[in-house]
């Protein structure tokens, strides 16, 4: 039997990443069984363009390269891109934002640690405002072969072409057939969707199948105790319970909670976007304030905002009160009364 005392092994930062990446694995899986191994070619894409650019950035800065470069803190944010954004998006935007990210929003602040905002939202949030029509490129549920994939990504496939072989995402799908049906008649979120084959029992074809993945390897972080439960259950309760309110207003208007959790990437931005240790909020009540924020910034975008899924406006929304967060969340200095302000005196004066 060991003695006393017991002390808790450092974890390191390597082994956090490695355990994240691992984590990606269900809903990684179920991407590729439903929509084609596209989505492996954009994650081989960004991880080779987020290992370079962070190569690159650490050697003008003088940093020790194989220190860094092995944290897998690059390969975490680039397998972020990677699932964030549609398979079938041409290979240079997947890099351009992958060097964004590297480069940009997380060695321009300082590197791991420093930035302020979530690389691969930053990324993400870039390339929808700036590339709409080619952040919309996503696989029917109808598999495509892997070459024709493979043609589409590189630019050997014709344009005119595509819309054949792409469909919505069940978010644009609910947008969409809402706006055409309201210019006639009335129309209420079941009919809209009835007949709309991107949308399966639940939410999308498929998408509920990556969705659940994605909890599987969530709930496995938190009993790793890599993340708390703190963020994914006060961003998710936030989003269902919004949901659920306006649906049972207004059923013709406003889609059930089960589609918004598994309509889109809720479940992924819970356990692996809105847990982000760097740009989320640290302090035990900062991260129930930091995550309900961003769950109803989400559903507001999703509602009623031009982009379909608002995740990632939300969570850079959110960065932005990070530090006021923290600030007046600070738990309670032991010996002390709440509110205590520090007066620079000895209280044994």
Known sequence: MSNSPYLLKATSVQSVMLRVLLALLPGLSAYVWFFGAAIVVQIVLASLTARAAEALVLYLRGKPLALFL????????AWLIAL???????WWLVVLATLIAIIVAKHLYG???????????????????AYPQFMSRWPGIDAIDFATQW?????????????????ATPLDALRTALHSAST???ATVASAL????????????????????????????VQQRIITWHLPTAFLATLLLLAGLANAINPNEFA??????FGGGAILAAFFIVTDPVSAATTPYGKLIFAVGVGLLTWVIRSFGAYPDGIAFAVLLMNIAVPLIDMTTQPRIFGH?????????????
């Open 70 to 77: 092995t944290d897998g803190s690059a390969l975490v944010t």
């Open 84 to 90: 964030s954004f549609p398979p079938l998006a041409p």
């Open 111 to 129: 590197g791991l640690g420093q930035n302020p905002f979530n690389p691969a939202m930053v990324a993400f949030a870039l390339m929808i405002v």
């Open 151 to 167: 043609d589409i990504i590189f630019g050997l496939h014709a344009n005119q072409a595509l819309d054949a072989l792409t469909m």
């Open 184 to 186: 006639t008649t009335p």
């Open 194 to 221: 009835a007949n709309n084959p991107a949308i399966g029992h639940i939410a999308g074809r498929g998408w509920e199948w990556i969705a659940a993945g994605h909890l599987v390897g969530g709930l496995w972080l």
């Open 256 to 261: 059930g909670p089960l589609f918004h959790l």
């Open 337 to 349: 009364k709440r509110g205590h302000k520090k007066t620079g005196k000895n209280h044994h004066e």
